[in-house]
């Protein structure tokens, strides 16, 4: 049963369009959320985060939206640059805890 | 910066052997985890740690043991290794709690034959 859930395996978009990064996730006990971003042989590295209380939060050309009725969360990179290519993950915990529920992640192709 | 380092980069193993994969963090944190990333599951917890000689079973520990008996020192045991074990193994560190981001290390990519 997984609680957090990336339906896109992968994206592809055009260098400096808008990229969209979609997670949904079942778990309402869930108060924060993160996205990770993972190149080839490397671990992956905190891209960006949201607490629930928020509904948006913005970081250079990321943008991490929250629709908690929807319990959906989005990625949004604006523009878009060869360099993001790579493989997205959504997470969500509980603050009371020490667990991450990672997602199966999005593998981003942005071409040139 | 933050220093995750993990003993290999690539493992080939035997089915039935034990093994041990070593995770090092220099930052002094008290959280430590273990995770497997297979494709379309994504990053799935074995064990993780919150202090040292402490351990908490996370999603998958069947099959897997942990130790940490320092605190900058977190090790993942598989006591008879099995196919259905061939994964990428990350390990992890964080500081606290909650909304503590974790610091992850290159991975070792583990081959059960």
């Known amino acids: 049963d997984q609680q957090v859930k990336q339906n896109s395996p992968s994206l592809s978009v055009q260098e400096g369009r808008i990229s969209i990064l979609n997670c949904d996730y079942t778990?309402?006990?869930?108060?924060?959320f993160l996205w990770y971003k993972k190149y080839p042989a490397e671990g992956p590295t905190f891209l960006i985060s949201?607490?629930?209380?928020?509904d948006k939060n913005e970081d250079g050309r990321f943008t991490v939206f929250l629709n908690k009725s929807a319990k959906h969360l989005s990625l949004h990179i604006v523009p878009s640059q060869p360099g993001d290519s790579a493989v997205y993950f959504c997470a969500a915990l509980n603050t009371g805890g020490f667990k991450t529920i990672f997602g199966a992640g999005t593998r981003l192709f942005v071409k040139a | 910066d933050v220093k995750v380092t993990q003993s290999s980069r690539y493992l080939v193993k035997r089915t039935g052997e034990k093994v041990f994969l070593e995770c090092v963090q220099d930052m002094d944190h008290e959280n430590m985890f273990w995770y497997r990333q297979d494709p379309g599951l994504g990053l799935r917890l074995i064990y993780f740690?919150?202090?040292?000689?402490?351990?908490e079973k996370g999603d998958i520990p069947e099959g897997y043991s942990v130790s940490r008996e320092k605190k900058e020192r977190f090790s993942l045991i598989l006591e008879s290794a099995s196919t259905n074990q061939t994964s990428m193994y990350l390990c992890?560190?964080?500081?606290?709690?909650?909304?503590?981001?974790?610091?992850f290390g290159p991975g070792t990519r583990l081959t059960v034959l």
């Open positions: 949201i607490s629930s209380i928020k």
């Open positions: 740690s919150y202090d040292v000689k402490m351990k």
């Open positions: 992890a560190s964080s500081s606290g709690t909650g909304t503590d981001t974790q610091y």
């Open positions: 778990n309402s006990m869930f108060d924060y």
